[in-house]
Nanobody, 122 residues
Framework: QVQLVESGGGSVQAGGSLRLSCTASTGTFWRCMAWFRQAPGKERERVAT???????TYADSVKGRFTISKDNAKSTLYLQMDSLKPDDTGMYYC?????????????????WGQGTQVTVSS
C-alpha cells in the first residue's frame, strides 16, 4: 500500500514563503507527480506537475512564484512557494501516478496524500 505524506504547510503573511514536502512510503518509479490545491467552496486545482524527466508544468496562477522539484533518492516531492498571496490559501495535496498514460499535466492520478493546509493572510 503506497502512502504519500505531506508536510510543511502553515500560516504565513502575504509575500512570504513556504516549502511543502511529500514523502512516498515506497521507492516506486513514478512517471508523474503533482501538487493540487483546493480552497473552501472551490474546485480542486492542479498547481504543478513534474514527470520522470524532471520536466515541470505550472498553473498560470502560480507561474514564476512556485517551483516543483523531486529527490528520487529520498522518494520526496517538493513545492517551493514564494511571494504567497491570500488566493493561495487552501489544502494542498500531493499526488503520484506510475501508469503509461497521457501527459502529467492532464492525467488523473492514482495515489493521493491527506493534504497539508496553507493559509496566507493579507
Amino acid at each position: 500500500q503506497v502512502q504519500l505524506v505531506e508536510s510543511g504547510g502553515g500560516s504565513v503573511q502575504a509575500g512570504g514563503s513556504l516549502r511543502l514536502s511529500c514523502t512516498a512510503s515506497t521507492g516506486t518509479f513514478w512517471r508523474c507527480m503533482a501538487w493540487f490545491r483546493q480552497a473552501p467552496g472551490k474546485e480542486r486545482e492542479r498547481v504543478a506537475t513534474i514527470n520522470k524527466e524532471d520536466i515541470s508544468t505550472y498553473a498560470d496562477s502560480v507561474k514564476g512564484r512556485f517551483t516543483i522539484s523531486k529527490d528520487n533518492a529520498k522518494s520526496t516531492l517538493y513545492l517551493q512557494m514564494d511571494s504567497l498571496k491570500p488566493d493561495d490559501t487552501g489544502m494542498y495535496y500531493c499526488s503520484a501516478d506510475s501508469r503509461i498514460l497521457s501527459a502529467c499535466s492532464v492525467r488523473a492520478y492514482t495515489y493521493w496524500g491527506q493534504g497539508t493546509q496553507v493559509t496566507v493572510s493579507s
